[in-house]
């Protein structure tokens, strides 16, 4: 991956951001399932992002949260040397607090090619803060180069995760959330699984774990959180798997191995 994907990334995440932010104010609201919310910006946001990047990579797949192109191509998937690069977009993460007006939403794109997620663009158009990474050269906001905390103590820390819609009070989801939050310093649900991992990248959060989020929640954040310093696996310490997103990601190997302990019981 290269600036020529960056800039085109880039372009396209600016172009998803103003089909959000023109429907700010009176956005059209649906319910895919129960508490799993769409609104008309997330659709007009992801056909404004798509119509970019194919024009600049047309010969590249393509996965999105919205539409039904939620499934990679199986030779994607698979890593296989001859699959085509694949575009994985998230035009807005954070649905729930665009409908609220509270900020904190996102837009998300990665690239994912050889096995592995290699490029990130997330935005946050509230906050004008400009979130990427390429694989093996570093995480920036705004330009400015990223790095995540030196926290090793979980005692002393600032942990995010995220719950699944509609999650009941017997779910494994909140047996995790009781016992982190009895052994952090606080404990937030932010409601960006890609903020979150910026976060982490830029020390403002010193770790998150998610067990039910999409590949196209993390695909960014991943590479951004990577590129950071930050360590990454699954929640239970077995290898992450970019398209079946469960993982931990801490700014330390101390802290993480710390959380670890805390997810996997």
């Known amino acids: 991956m290269d600036n020529d994907h960056l800039h085109v990334a880039v372009e396209a995440a600016r172009a998803g951001a103003r089909e959000l932010m023109a429907r700010y104010a009176n956005r059209v ?9 769409v609104t008309d910006a997330d659709l007009a946001a992801q056909a404004a992002i798509r119509g970019i990047l194919e024009t600049g990579y047309p010969d590249y797949a393509f996965v999105g949260e919205e539409e039904g192109e939620t499934e990679p191509l199986a030779s994607v998937r698979a890593g296989d040397e001859d699959a085509p690069p694949c575009w994985v977009v998230d035009p807005l993460d954070g649905t729930v607090n665009y409908v609220h007006r509270l900020g904190g939403f996102a837009v998300s794109i990665a690239l994912y090619a050889r096995g592995k997620m290699r490029l990130g663009v997330i935005y946050d158009p509230t906050s004008e803060e400009w979130f990427t990474a390429i694989d093996g050269q570093g995480a920036r906001c705004n330009d400015r180069p990223m790095k995540s905390s030196d926290a090793t103590d979980l005692s002393q820390s600032l942990v995010a995760c995220s719950f699944r819609a509609g999650v009941t009070a017997d779910s494994p989801e909140v047996g995790r959330f009781a016992r982190v939050l009895e052994r952090c310093r606080s404990l937030r649900r932010l409601g960006s699984c890609a903020l979150n991992m910026c976060y982490v990248a830029d020390g403002r959060l010193d770790a998150y ?11 960014a954040g991943t590479v ?13 310490g077995h290898e992450f798997d970019d398209w079946l997103p469960k993982f931990c990601v801490a700014a330390t190997p101390e802290l993480h191995s710390a959380l670890i302990e805390q997810l996997s019981v």
């Open 29 to 37: 609201v649906s319910e895919k399932a129960p508490k799993d919310l």
């Open 209 to 219: 774990w998610a067990t039910n989020v999409a590949a196209w929640d993390s695909a």
């Open 224 to 236: 951004i959180a990577r590129e950071a310093g930050a360590v990454l696996t699954g929640y239970d």
